[in-house]
């Protein structure tokens, strides 16, 4: 659950003040070098994290006025309708934020070598 919600508010922080989209990669991959309990809490805690942001950003950009676009991009791209552009545009953003947050989890395992007593 720390996992999700640290993804979010810092990938939020970021895409706010430097307008990349490449932040949904950055913090999931340092998030997942710093996680050393679990693969799983560091591939979907960043993905589902990323996910619940960009679909809640899709959807209020579609509400705040801005339907006519959503509508408008989703003929061009072919959906169908502004429901389906930002379902696939949440399942975008936790399919690159998973990759990211499993790369950085991998990263530490293979840089870091943890001792163990046993």
Do not use: C, H, N
């Not at 970021?14 to 999931?28: E, G, K, N, T, V």
């Not at 801005?66 to 389906?84: C, D, K, L, P, T």
Request: aromatic share 16%; net charge positive; no cysteine.
């Amino acid at each position: 659950m720390i996992t999700i919600l640290s993804s979010l508010v810092l990938v939020l922080f970021f895409q706010f003040i430097f307008f990349a989209w490449w932040w949904a990669m950055l913090i999931p991959l340092a998030l997942g070098f710093f996680e050393k309990d679990s693969v799983s809490r560091a591939t979907f805690g960043s993905g589902l994290g990323v996910a619940i942001l960009w679909a809640a950003m899709g959807v209020f950009k579609w509400v705040s006025g801005g339907e006519i676009i959503v509508e408008r991009i989703a003929a061009v791209m072919g959906v169908g309708s502004g429901v389906v552009l930002v379902l696939a545009t949440s399942v975008i953003g936790f399919v690159i934020a998973s990759l990211a947050g499993y790369a950085g989890f991998s990263l530490r395992k293979l840089l870091i070598k943890e001792y163990q007593i046993s």
